[in-house]
């Protein structure tokens, strides 16, 4: 009779144990997919207002001033110099930096670089450097890239309230 209680006892406790352990992990479970749920909404949220919501600002950066271009304008408002050409030698992605090199020819004189990385439905990762000799470049952290997959470089070099522009594109793994 004591062996039947005994025995009776310990099944009461371990199913009790059970029980616990798998409301604990459903508790668990259900606390990291609500706060990863969270986190990609706001960052869904972040993107869109960036992305969906156009803005008539000016997007040339503010270092082109000492360059002869109007920081005022935006970059459709910059004319072209047909005459001269920009071409982007590498674009590669490699311990952990997506990075560039572009050179230009036709303008004479010290000028500033802009490099627009974009894709759809993520914020544009931008940087702005001076140029050295007739080359730009510059490295980004992969951190800066919201999303994986294509994303369309354009780089503007800008002199003497004039620009010319190249595009490649990179898939960002």
């Not at 000492?66 to 910059?78: A, I, M, Q, R």
């Not at 730009?136 to 470089?153: D, R, V, Y």
């Amino acid at each position: 009779m004591k062996i039947q209680k005994a025995s009776h006892k310990k099944a009461i406790i371990l199913s009790v144990i059970g029980v616990l352990l798998v409301a604990a992990g459903a508790t668990a479970y259900f606390l990291a997919t609500r706060s990863d749920d969270s986190a990609i909404k706001a960052r869904e949220k972040a993107n869109s207002s960036d992305t969906q919501n156009p803005q008539n600002k000016k997007d040339i950066p503010s270092s082109d001033a000492s360059s002869g271009v109007d920081p005022n304008k935006s970059t459709s408002e910059v004319p072209v110099k047909p005459e001269a050409s920009l071409t982007i030698n590498s674009l590669k992605q490699s311990n952990g930096e997506v990075s560039y090199t572009a050179t230009f020819d036709g303008i004479e004189g010290d000028g500033t670089c802009s490099a627009q990385f974009t894709t759809s439905g993520a914020k544009p990762v931008t940087r702005a450097t001076k140029a050295s000799g007739q080359e730009c470049s510059a490295s980004i952290p992969e951190m800066e890239f919201t999303q994986l997959g294509e994303w369309t470089l354009t780089v503007r070099y800008y002199n003497s309230n004039s620009q010319v522009t190249a595009t490649k594109a990179i898939n960002v793994r």
